[in-house]
């Protein structure tokens, strides 16, 4: 009776989930309500976790729950510790979702609602999802290896190596086209630059309360850090409204991406409990508090979406990023669907923590669920604008034009119906004197927050709404900015410390100094270029990105396919197989197109040869053709960049496929490196205290 | 029954944040090098009294940020 009551709830699960996706897929109507969104997004999450990842858990990994695991067996009380499961989860949660399923959604709307969505959805329970789950569980099982240790383990010291560097070079763009988000929501806006500044006084005075005053107590402190944060947002109105201090915060964008190097490099180079840490702290909060308002205030409000299922753009001529719809939805939404970095965690990090083998279900996929559903809110926020609001919030000037009247023309000849009084109308609303061309998914998301909260909780603080969005995306993409820079420093440091060993020692000032200048101008580069480039830059880097991050995914896949594969388990060696060959498919097709395609705003070369040609022909306005080297060379070096990109995952793709096919033949391959099992000796619901 | 539970809730808020780490480093403590052991693997560190939450938590902050914690 009981188990026939279950198959109906499951039963029933699955008609509302395929009735839910067929009415997104199908409407072709004029709005569709979110609701439709979040209810597909609940039934696939639920049946994919219920059936999927337990037929996974028990069949393939065969979770050992009476196993020690290394957090229980190498305890220490500092880095391994058995902690409870929620515990866990929340670090590992907050751990991966940072900026990335925000921006990429945001930017892949362009496309229309539905392929990002099904993208989400499918990319999330077949893909991410289940990397993140089995480098969890191969992890685990090898005491907390790295991702990187576990390439050169099981694949050899190429793979290891490829890990290495994929991981810097991600990091390196990540920074860049962050960095460039941020630029793009604070130019020419007083209101958000000064709350963006005001972010880091009050984390240094949080740092202090928990280095000094009151060391430790982190609740404490973290709570005057938000109120502070809350009140800095309202001050930067004021701020906004004071002729005499607007000025102070009223930048071109060139002012601010220097203000950034120059910021990036700081923060490296400071210990970490005056900036780093603390802020880490405001941001986490802000980003479950934010995220968590933003699923209520759907659920109450029902918005409805006014993005069509598909626009015109599909077929490559799309304002924000150019290519089609194949391969570039699927590169343009990493980080929500599946995102290689999230391997990074997985190994290494959190297996540190993990009591049981049981929970490895709920943390390494569940966690990715939960990431993948705020993609879903991303998207659902962009999608509630007006298309033509949402095309003139993000269209680069250097596609639309730079004055308000042409990018209005230009957007109403699309079919996409703008004016400029409605700009302007919102641009006042929101407390900013324009709202055109800031490209990068950030503001358009904060109009779209800012619209959802004021009508559910009253329209009168839609100014505040908006800049305290603005805030919430800046603190964590800062937050990002600076551990990211600090991981490049720390890896380059152990990169040089094999040629001299001075330079590995990370508490050597000139070596920090050196090193953390050597990644911020990595990074400081890209985000300049991207500054003074016309098409926005971010149509560069975000595809940049997006191959470099598919390809540390890919690669990840590659390992657990190997091991899978010398663990005699080859019929179930599809699970992470299929997602492989999908993102190898897209990652090369994506590559292949970026390098050489004709169409100047998707091949680098193309747009190299385009540009030169101009400039010698000397038919470039003056502003274009000063920083017009500068542009050609970028392209060629992004070309070089995607092309080493992709020589490196089909060198860690070749050499798998030799591991598995020696393996196959009976012939030796590295010996599997999983640690000996030992009982565990913790008592169930030991840490369930 | 609800006080409980928001004690509960209370003590997982606190678990996750870290500000209970110190007293859980005590605990630890307290069960592990309060008699000498055998098979002590941490020979590099005073074992017979515990750091001060002072610094406790320097050496806990600064490690918690060496290797790779956030992503995109």
């Known amino acids: ?689 | 029954m609800m006080f409980e539970k928001l004690k509960a809730f209370w003590r997982y808020v606190r678990r996750l944040t870290g500000d209970d780490a110190y007293e859980q480093y005590l605990k630890h403590f307290a069960e592990n090098h309060s008699e000498h052991r055998e098979n002590q693997t941490d020979t590099t560190e005073d074992t017979h009294t515990p750091l001060s939450r002072e610094a406790f938590f320097k050496e806990w902050q600064d490690k918690k940020w060496k290797g790779i914690k956030r992503c995109c």
């Open chain 1, 1 to 689: 009776m009981h188990k026939n009551f279950k198959i109906i709830i499951w039963i029933a699960v699955l008609v509302l989930g395929v009735s839910a996706v067929s009415a997104i897929a199908l409407n072709r109507g004029e709005s569709i309500s979110a609701m439709w969104f979040i209810t597909a997004a609940l039934c696939v999450y639920a049946i994919a976790y219920r059936f999927y990842a337990a037929w996974i858990a028990a069949t393939v990994l065969v979770i050992d729950e009476t196993r020690a695991t290394p957090a229980e067996r190498l305890d220490n009380g500092r880095d391994f510790i058995p902690t409870n499961k929620w515990v866990v989860f929340g670090h590992h949660f907050a751990a991966i979702a940072g900026p990335g399923p925000l921006v990429g959604p945001t930017l892949a709307a362009q496309f229309g609602y539905l392929p990002g969505t099904l993208w989400i959805l499918i990319g999330a329970v077949l893909g991410g999802a289940v990397q993140d789950m089995v480098t969890l569980f191969f992890s685990t099982r090898r005491n907390a290896r790295s991702l990187g240790q576990m390439a050169r383990d099981e694949i050899g010291p190429i793979g290891g190596a490829a890990a290495l560097i994929g991981t810097f070079l991600i990091m390196i763009i990540l920074i860049a086209v962050l960095g460039l988000v941020v630029v793009n929501a604070m130019k020419h806006s007083p209101w958000a630059t000064s709350t963006v500044a005001a972010t880091i006084p009050i984390a240094m005075i949080v740092g202090f309360y928990m280095r000094n005053f009151r060391p430790g107590r982190v609740l404490e402190a973290s709570t005057l850090g938000v109120v502070l944060l809350l009140l800095a947002v309202a001050g930067g109105g004021w701020i906004e409204h004071n002729e005499s201090l607007r000025g102070l915060f009223d930048h071109e964008g060139l002012t601010l991406a220097w203000v950034i190097i120059a910021y990036g490099f700081a923060a490296a180079v400071m210990p970490v409990w005056l900036l780093l840490a603390p802020r880490d702290y405001l941001s986490t909060f802000v980003k479950l508090g934010t995220v968590t308002l933003l699923a209520v205030a759907i659920i109450i409000l029902q918005p409805h979406i006014h993005m069509p299922a598909l626009t015109q753009f599909t077929d490559g001529s799309g304002p924000i990023f150019g290519g089609k719809l194949f391969p570039f939805v699927f590169i343009t939404i990493a980080c929500g669907a599946i995102s290689g970095f999230h391997a990074l965690i997985s190994s290494g990090t959190t297996p540190k923590l993990l009591a049981n083998e049981r929970d490895i279900r709920m943390i390494g996929y569940g966690a990715m669920l939960l990431e993948s559903f705020v993609a879903i809110m991303a998207m659902i926020a962009a999608t509630v604008l007006e298309p033509g609001v949402f095309f003139a919030i993000n269209s680069p000037a250097g596609v639309v034009g730079k004055e308000a009247i042409d990018a209005v023309a230009k957007i109403n000849s699309w079919g996409f119906a703008v004016s400029v009084e409605q700009m302007n109308q919102l641009a006042k609303d929101m407390g900013e004197s324009s709202l055109f061309a800031r490209t990068g998914g950030a503001p358009s998301l904060a109009v779209g927050m800012a619209s959802i909260f004021g009508n559910a909780f009253g329209k009168s603080m839609l100014a505040l709404w908006y800049h305290f969005a603005i805030m919430f995306e800046a603190i964590f993409i800062l937050t990002t900015l600076d551990a990211g820079t600090r991981v490049g420093r720390f890896m380059l440091q152990d990169m040089l410390g094999n040629i001299w060993p001075k330079m590995g020692r990370t508490s050597w000032m000139p070596s920090v100094i050196f090193t953390s200048a050597l990644v911020v101008a990595g990074w400081g580069y890209f985000l300049y270029i991207g500054v003074i480039d016309p098409n926005g830059g971010v149509n560069i880097l975000w595809p940049l990105f997006g191959i470099a991050n598919q390809m540390l995914a890919a690669i990840a896949l590659c390992v657990a396919t190997g091991i899978l594969v010398k663990s005699g388990k080859s019929k179930y060696a599809w699970i992470t197989g299929l997602p492989l060959v999908w993102l190898v498919i897209v990652t090369s097709t994506a590559a292949w197109q970026k390098i050489f395609s004709d169409d100047i705003r998707v091949g680098f070369l193309a747009a190299a040869n385009d540009l030169a040609t101009k400039l010698a022909a000397g038919v470039l306005p003056p502003q274009k053709a000063a920083v017009a080297p500068q542009l050609i060379f970028n392209q060629q070096l992004d070309a070089y960049l995607t092309m080493f990109f992709v020589a490196v995952l089909w060198v860690v793709i070749i050499d798998m496929l030799y591991v598995t096919y020696k393996y196959m033949l009976g012939k030796p391959v590295l010996p599997i490196t999983e640690v000996a099992r030992e009982p565990s000796r913790l008592v169930e619901n030991w840490v369930r205290d």
